[in-house]
């Protein structure tokens, strides 16, 4: 090989391997040694050094034969014994002295490194891109139903997840899953590091509840010993859900709608404006136009949450789907209690088809939890199904009761409506206990106390 | 039949990269020819489809859940069991030299010398990310158009946080009828189908008959 040809590739730092027409290594230089191998030294066959060049023969001898000019392969990846990837460029030519070839190789892990590193952080953000995007396509599934109504609700946040900017406004009586909607709404239009903040307006006094959206200036009151960062603050770059919006007093209404329109916060007892981000979905099940008729919410601030308004659908309307949710929430319940109750019995699912559920998902999922609790069996039957309805008319009738004029005898009255639980019940004390709100222990004392048996 | 004498000859000296030795049979009675032949084989696919974890998990029988961009190229190698050769006493046994590559933005002259003499490959997709399985045809048409004779076998990864859905399936179909492919669902994570796609994919590639 030229002398000077040496010279170069060695000041350059690069290594080489002299090999023959029959791909057996016959010289290596002193640099080649570094390179982590099998084995590479001359005597030893090429192809055995350099498992890269398997296949690549035809190509090879190509280039011996100076018909090919050469042949690479980039950041080719070996291993170094401490486990530390290291990265090589490698080129065979022809050498014209032996009819033979050259193999040159030049490390290049620290640009390999640097490659990795821009690589790595490009493809993380397009994974997490996607994986919010199939997270929010999991959340929307969340949102359990094939109703026109549900249907309906999904195309909806199917097409706000486009404007990820636009206010919302959702709708609805209480239990019906504003708060849910407004999680699928943040994260299928959101980054998976944007912040979701939430607040239930109606939930804290006043005063606290301006410093918990606006934050506090250290020194703002005497007991402010620290600032404290306020919730829209925190929401920066992603969304607040303002629960209960409907419960925000007249002047805070003022104050955030000021901050809405300047998107800009000032925490109390600072002058000093921040700019906040925020995309605002907010929630209430008053009529909020009735409540701007009667002065108590302001119509500027209402129009500027109507941009988007979404209303949910009371559980009493989704016919079917009710017994969908009913489903879910005994797989849910399964879980959480460890139990194996698969089915609701033909009488049960008709109590839960027609009640009117006033506290829609919500008291679906406390009903069932309820039967759950007690249930025995792998199905729930109707009289397990204790709804809120029944409970107030039975209240209603309690209050009904009055002493009479010559007294009564309130031990007689207990045994009486034990006995008259107990056949209710068909005899089973645990679902008498339940009728009576009792413990079954407490039951069972007090059947000895009156010695039912 | 083996491959013959001449492909070992001084003008093409290892088109086959064949090493063949003498070996006892396990009926200790009577010597029979074991042959080693070394085969390239390709893993194609996006990004994060789990090309990495499939090697890793079919060699080293390890996995990691954690993201490491491949650069480049990394070269495994693995035995595969003998196998009879039909009508001759002689067994094979397959080396293959597992070719982990990096996603490439772009077809040039770097991934076609990568690409350049393999004889299969297995083309992954993201069961989790339906459009990973889009991208797949066009590397998948890049490397036939390179090794026209090369076998191929279509996986959709990571069935462990999902199983095919309509958009993958659909996916999947059309990927093994075009390309006359085998196709497996795998988990790189749990193991499943993994050593399966690669007995395939040597069945597939013939060797050595
Ligand atoms: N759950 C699961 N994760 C996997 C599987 N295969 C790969 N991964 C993960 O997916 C990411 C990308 O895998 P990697 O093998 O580096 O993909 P490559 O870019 O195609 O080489 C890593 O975080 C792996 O841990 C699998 O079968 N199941
Ligand atoms: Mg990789």
Redesign the pocket.
Known sequence: MNPLLKQILAARRIAHWQFDADLNIVARDRLAKTMPSLGNEPGGSLLAAFPELVGSEDALMAVIRGERKDLRLEYVNRNATDGDPSYWHLMVLADRATDGGILLAEEVSKLARLQQAYNQQR?EHV?LRQHAALRGRFLMDSILGDSPAICDLRDKIKTLSKVPTATVLLLGESGTGKNLTARVIHHSAMPPDAPLVEINCGALPDNLIEAELFGVEKGAFTHATASRVGLLEEAAGGSIFLDEIGELPLNLQAKLLSALESKTIRRLGSNRAIRVNVRIIAATNRDLQAEVAAQRFREDLFYRLNVVSLTMPPLRTLGEDILTIAHHLLAVFNMEFKKKVDAFTAAAEEKLRHYHWPGNVRELSNCIERAMIFAQGTAIDAPELILSEGIRVAAESVNDWSVPADGIDLDTVERQLILSALERAGRNKSKAARLLGLSRDTLRYRLEKYNIT | MIPKAKSIGKSHPVALSICSFLQISQSGAMFCFMIAIKKKIC?L?????????????FVYSR????????IGVRVSQKLMPPMAVPGNSAKVQVNLLIW?I??MDRFDAVVENYYRGAAGAIA?G?L?RPDSFGQLAEICSRFRSINPEAALVIVG?????QPPNADTAVEIDQLAQQFGAPAFT?????G?NVDAVFSRLVREMGAPV
């Open positions: 493809y994974l | 893993l696919g996006t990004f994060a489809v789990g090309k990495t974890s499939t090697v890793e998990r996995f990691n859940e954690r993201y490491l961009t491949t982990d990096a996603a992954l993201d989790t990864n990571k069935s462990d946080l795998t988990s790189a994570k749990s499943e």
